[in-house]
């Protein structure tokens, strides 16, 4: 039989005991795990992977719209790095119904209904989708997630615009405009209507704002084509023109040393220019002649050329000749001659002619 007091100790024991149990428990335990309405997806799902460059605001359990309509909710949040695995990334996990079809290029968004309301996810599919649809594991890449802005970025946008200047500086822009326009109303009215018939005469010279566009666009295919052109010389050039500008400083100097030195231009020709007058008379005919001659030359060789190959050389394989008549310089006819047969005769058997 035990004694009261030890059976007082066992059952404080047991009680202390229960206590550290139930708090161990509570401890690990979080609101959302509860299931509380909202906070699960009612049926079968299936699980996407959505990444966000940022979730802050986003609490545990947030929903999940499709086209407005809820589709899941957000099972967690976790740190990894985007499909090109360069740049980390929030990824959220997301329980979606297994009836809803979502297309592989949807886009997803952290946003809230109202100004002061709760973040959450929605989704929107691209115009006219028709698949592929994302599976049971699925992403949605960060080329296609953005975060609306939030509540403390307007604000701090705000208080910026208020205290940075900017409305101070529109306003000085507003007076300037105002200032640049004349006091005058009639002059304004005419400077409007000037840049009217401006405006309407671009715009009827529509053909020639398309030439000089695209005289420009050549001009910048031809830039873009000579670009290792430019670049030599941009690179090269001005050290050549401080070269070239050294080398005139220099001949300039040089100039000026001998200034004291250098003779007048006029005390060289002016007393001389007779003789140089006599020189010239003379020596421009021999270039006149020398000139002509220059042009004449081809012909002349080619009509001695002619001259050798048709006449003088067949001649000599076969010299003779024939006496035809006999004139005197005046063109009439002489009288014939008395010859000496036997004395011509061997003339030309001297010469050759005849055998």
Not at 126 to 154: C, F, M, N
Not at 223 to 248: E, H, I
Not at 331 to 343: E, I, L, Q, S, Y
């Amino acid at each position: 039989m035990r004694a009261p007091g030890a059976t007082m100790r066992n059952a404080t024991v047991a009680a202390i005991t229960a206590m550290l149990v139930l708090v161990t428990g509570a401890c690990s335990l979080r609101p959302t795990d509860l299931p509380l309405p909202g906070t699960r997806v009612d049926g079968p799902s299936y699980a996407i992977s959505v990444e966000f460059p940022s979730v802050l605001n986003l609490p545990a359990r947030s929903k999940v719209l499709f086209n407005g309509s809820r589709i899941g909710v957000l099972r967690e949040v976790r740190l990894g790095r985007d499909q090109s695995g360069r740049r980390r990334v929030a990824i959220a996990t997301l329980d979606i119904e297994r009836d809803v079809a979502i297309p592989v290029d949807s886009r997803a968004e952290l946003t809230q209904a109202t100004l002061l309301g709760d973040f959450y996810i929605a989704v929107t599919p691209p115009p006219d989708a028709v698949g592929p649809y994302l599976g049971d594991g699925g992403r949605i890449g960060l080329a296609h997630t953005a975060v609306s802005p939030q509540v403390e970025e307007l604000l701090g946008g705000i208080a910026a615009l208020a205290n940075g200047g900017t409305v101070a500086t529109l306003q000085r822009v507003v007076t300037n405009a105002n200032k640049a326009f004349p006091a005058d109303v009639t002059d304004r009215d005419t400077g409007i209507e000037v840049l009217r018939a401006l405006i309407a005469r671009s715009a009827s010279e529509g053909e020639s704002v398309k030439k000089i566009i695209d005289s420009i666009a050549a001009i910048t295919r031809t830039l873009d084509t000579n670009a290792a052109k430019l670049g030599f010389a941009f690179d090269f050039g001005p050290r050549r023109v401080q070269g070239a500008v050294s080398a005139f400083l220099g001949l300039s100097n040089v100039l000026n040393a001998l200034g004291p030195n250098v003779v007048p231009i006029g005390d060289l020709i002016i007393p001389r220019y007779p003789t140089l007058h006599g020189l010239v008379a003379v020596v421009d005919p021999l270039v006149a002649t020398a000139a002509r001659l220059d042009t004449q030359v081809p012909a002349d060789v080619a009509r001695l050329d002619r001259m050798l190959r048709d006449r003088i050389i067949p001649w000599l394989h076969h010299p003779q000749f024939d006496l035809v008549d006999v004139t005197t310089p005046d063109g009439r006819p002489a009288a014939a001659p008395t010859v000496d047969t036997r004395t011509l005769t061997a003339v030309l058997r001297m010469i050759g002619a005849v055998r």
